[in-house]
């Protein structure tokens, strides 16, 4: 547990957040996840409520937002939930923060076959920058993270910063992306070698043809 | 029912039963850490694998499998032996060797069934995990790298207890249990997480490193800190009581005890009694036997009949039974147990009982709880009410609101609501086919009140066939014994203190108001220098529940016999024996010369006292003044402001005002330095 979160001290997180409370357009949003449920089955909202509050402190400190206890608190209140019961779960995801982040939050997927096409070299381009697992640098810029497997397998190494994926990475294209950041520039989205989504590398070895039109193999079957 | 084999025996099982349990019935031990019978199944800790066919080519957790019609369950194959050795391994990965530190060693599971179960040696050399300690409170000691995860503490938090303070933090390897950012239990049941652990993670903070269990005596005895009668195991060594368990019996406690019988055992060496006290000049000045003898002696002759006894919460029936003989044999009948002023009429005993009996409370399915602070006046009562939602019940209250750990439709804090009771209430008990009452103490301090709640008897239909739902719970442990030794006067203690006694014995009776018996010369017959050795003018003193042998009545009008763990301290005698010299001192005869004659003599004036169960008395609504119900009203205030300091030993014990002060009062307890 030497890289779990240091959660911050809970007096001053009270003075800070103590007060928190919806803002009238997620007060809203909150209403419609709890009336996704049955009466009384309310407690079933609290991922997407935590998720809505993560989002809501990232707002009022233009970062990716954490979950200070009196926010835990506040969402337990609104469902009717025991505390411990709800920071059981935030404690449980990876999604959820326990300690503030900065303004881009890194995931580093180092599960197997990221690590095998090379994911020590993309955090290799994060130490580059300053970044240490778990800790946020001094510019409140960058949080990395290791994560376990994010599920891009097809497109390892990966690594998610804030709700969007950038794929295919190397060591080179890493540092750019964190260039561009860091910049205020919005860098590509997704695989970094050009391909769409996971389709192959290099274009297609098979079923060629399809790529200009739904082509028609029946009559070539032999 | 359906028909198994477990290792070849075929064996019917009861439907619903677990593969675990129709093992359990053939007589196969299932070794086992998460299963536990009293809780919900979690079924995590993968120790109970058995061979069952038909059925996947594996090993299955037989804690969460239902037994089916057909099954052939194998528990002594190679394939079960691998398995189970194989999760020991795994358990030990991360459990450390610290047993000889452990203070759960030698009671250990993980300990007996690795030596049972486990392979010889351990294959891995990595570095084990560890856990920082968590801190859960006053009662409760954490060593959490010893955590395999079972979660018994969790349900038990959640399902028993009623408090969801305890849960597991991250997950996988990483996970741990703790309290709500560690603050201390909520609970008056924290200390039996500590019996559910199966290792050592949660043990005992006041008992750690006092002891081993092999070298302590196990007497069994009853429990005196409320009126439920718990039936406890006193662990002693030497001449002290070093710990407390409980006891299975399903018609009392099942097998919880709570926080202040588990806990109180450290106020039994503190401020005790251990010679006897004259006032001399204002002071009490410690003097011999023969000096107070001749003291009170002095007393009795002048006094010419005019002697009462006033017993208190902690006294076996064989002492209020000589107290009772020295009295009569001195000329008086001035007798009270109530010693903070009740005066409810006793002329029935069924009507001042908890007549659906403990386990009973389980099947009700209306309740109403009339000026009752359940969860302080008697816990395990209130765990009862617990099941009892779980089982559809509903539960109303009149009284100050309290958290009772459950939900309750309170109708406010007005006696007067008795009489005529909210609609939602009237209307949930005709629907009800085990409807109950449940009246405490603090409502009984009231006029009326009493009329009252028999009223209901008859409105709310608590009496069928079969079913008594009309319950007192009284949070003293000599209450019914006492009552049915006729420690009872119609006005209560005011009769006594009207009647001005010249002499008046005080058997360990800490809670009356002295100020009353100014004028009367008091000797005080109990075990700790509490507010009644304070007010008295001979202090003896006696044995405390621990120190003597002895009959108890719960407030269900069970009759309990405890052992005797150990001697009383210094100059400190048995209660009945000081009763018994005194007679000789003041030269008169009480008719019985040993304990068993005392005993004798006791059950032939109360036979009931002689047979251990439900005493089992006529119920008969007694005929109550109507005047006095036309009085009816006011607030109803609990009789317990502080629930670990309710007696004599509670407050002498520093474990129990360590609770009080950080549990109830909220103060921040600072560690002691190293």
């Keep these: 547990m030497a890289d779990a979160p240091q959660i911050p001290d809970e007096a001053e997180t009270r003075a800070r957040w103590g007060a928190f409370a919806w803002t009238p357009d997620n007060a809203k949003e909150a209403q419609r996840h709890i009336d996704k449920y049955p009466a009384g089955r309310q407690a079933s909202a609290v991922m997407p409520l935590l998720d809505l509050a993560q989002r809501q402190v990232g707002a009022e400190t233009d970062t990716q937002g954490w979950l200070p206890i009196p926010v835990i608190e506040y969402v337990a209140a609104q469902l009717d939930m025991p505390k411990m019961r709800v920071i059981e779960v935030v404690s449980f995801y990876t999604m959820y923060n326990m300690a503030p982040v900065g303004k881009f939050h890194i995931q580093v997927c180092g599960t197997t076959p990221c690590m095998l096409r090379g994911s020590d070299d993309v955090l290799a381009a994060c130490y580059a920058k300053g970044m240490k697992k778990g800790a946020t640098t001094p510019d409140g810029l960058f949080t990395l993270t290791e994560v376990e497997c994010l599920g891009a397998c097809a497109n390892a190494p990966m690594v998610q910063i804030n709700d969007d994926n950038y794929e295919d990475l190397t060591e080179a294209s890493m540092a750019s992306i964190l260039d561009d950041l860091a910049a205020g520039r919005q860098p590509v989205i997704g695989s970094q070698i050009g391909r769409r989504t996971s389709e192959q590398v290099g274009g297609p070895s098979t079923l060629k043809d399809m790529k200009k039109e739904n082509h028609d193999y029946r009559g070539e079957w032999a | 029912m359906p028909n198994v084999t477990v290792d070849g025996i075929p064996i019917a099982v009861p439907d619903g039963a677990t593969v675990l349990q129709a093992c359990e019935l053939a007589g196969k031990e299932i070794p086992r850490f998460c299963y536990h019978e009293r809780l919900s199944i979690a079924g995590n800790c993968r120790m109970c694998l058995v061979e069952v066919k038909p059925g996947p080519p594996k090993p299955q957790a037989s804690c969460a499998l239902p037994a089916t019609e057909g099954q052939e369950i194998r528990t002594d194959t190679p394939m079960v032996k691998h398995a189970r050795e194989g999760v020991m391994e795994f358990l030990l990965i991360n459990h450390p060797l610290d047993c000889p530190i452990c203070d759960q060693g030698g009671e250990c599971d993980l300990q007996d069934q690795s030596i049972a179960y486990g392979r010889g040696h351990s294959r891995y050399d990595a570095n084990k995990r560890a856990v920082t300690e968590k801190y859960m409170g006053p009662i409760v000691k954490t060593v959490m790298t010893r955590c395999i995860q079972c979660t018994r503490c969790i349900r038990f938090a959640e399902e028993v207890a009623g408090v969801e303070d305890i849960g597991a933090l991250y997950r996988g390897e990483d996970m741990q249990i703790t309290t709500y950012l560690e603050h201390a239990i909520q609970s008056e049941l924290a200390g039996n997480v500590v019996d559910l652990c199966p290792v050592g993670a949660l043990t005992s903070k006041p008992y750690a490193f006092e002891a081993r269990p092999w070298e302590l005596k196990k007497t069994l005895a009853i429990d005196v800190m409320d009126g439920v009668g718990s039936n406890i195991r006193l662990d002693s060594r030497g001449r002290q009581v ?433």
């Excluded at chain 2, 107290?323 to 109530?338: I, N, W």
């Excluded at chain 2, 209430?425 to 009231?446: C, N, S, Y």
């Design chain 2, 242 to 674: 070093l710990r407390v368990l409980p006891r299975i019996n399903e018609d009392v406690n099942e097998e919880w005890a709570h926080d202040k019988t588990r806990h109180h055992v450290d106020g039994l060496v503190r401020r005790r009694l251990d010679k006897p006290f004259v006032r001399q000049g204002g002071k009490l000045v410690a003097a011999s036997w023969d000096e107070a003898f001749a003291a009170i002696a002095k007393v009795a002759r002048s006094a010419k009949g005019s002697v009462a006894a006033i017993a208190g919460d902690q006294v076996d029936c064989e002492t209020m039974f000589a107290a009772k003989s020295l009295v009569k044999a001195l000329g008086s009948d001035m007798l009270e147990g109530r010693q903070t002023g009740l005066a409810y009429d006793v002329s029935n005993l069924g009507a001042v009982n908890f007549n659906s009996t403990i386990a009973g409370v389980e099947d009700a399915d209306a309740i109403l709880l009339i000026g009752s602070n359940l969860r302080w006046e008697a816990p395990l009562i209130n765990t009862r009410v617990r099941k009892a939602i779980k089982r559809g019940a509903r539960v109303f209250g009149i009284g100050p609101e309290v958290d009772l750990t459950y939900a309750v439709e309170w109708f406010g804090n007005d006696a007067s609501l008795i009489a005529k009771l909210p609609k939602a209430a009237t209307d949930a008990f005709k629907d009800a086919k085990r409807p109950m009452v449940i009246v405490g103490g603090g409502a009984l301090k009231l006029d009326g009140v009493q009329g009252a709640a028999m009223g209901l008897i008859k409105t709310l239909k608590l009496v069928s066939e079969g079913w008594n739902g009309f319950n007192v719970v009284h949070t003293s442990a000599s209450r019914m014994g006492g009552l049915m030794l006729g420690f009872a006067q119609t006005g209560g203690i005011a009769d006594i203190v009207a009647a001005k006694p010249r002499l008046a014995f005080f058997l360990g009776a800490d809670e009356v108001d002295y100020s009353g018996f100014e004028g009367s010369f008091k000797v005080y017959i109990g075990h700790h220098g509490d507010a009644g050795a304070h007010a008295a003018d001979v202090v003896l003193p006696g044995a405390s529940y621990a120190e003597k042998h002895g009959t108890w009545v719960n407030t269900e009008g069970r009759v309990q016999y405890s052992d005797k763990a150990v001697f009383a301290p210094g100059d400190a005698r048995e209660d009945w024996s000081i009763l018994r010299a005194l007679a000789d001192a003041c030269g008169v005869d009480v008719g019985f010369d040993s304990f068993d004659g005392l005993r004798a003599a006791m059950i032939t004036a109360v036979p009931a006292l002689g047979r251990e169960g439900l005493a089992g008395y006529d119920f008969s609504a007694p005929k109550l003044d109507a005047k006095a119900q036309m009085k009816l009203g006011g607030e109803i205030a609990y009789p317990i402001a502080d629930f670990y300091l309710t007696n004599a030993i509670c407050r002498a014990s520093p474990t129990m005002q360590r609770c009080s002060s950080e549990i109830l009062h909220g103060d921040e307890m600072l560690e002691a330095a190293e």
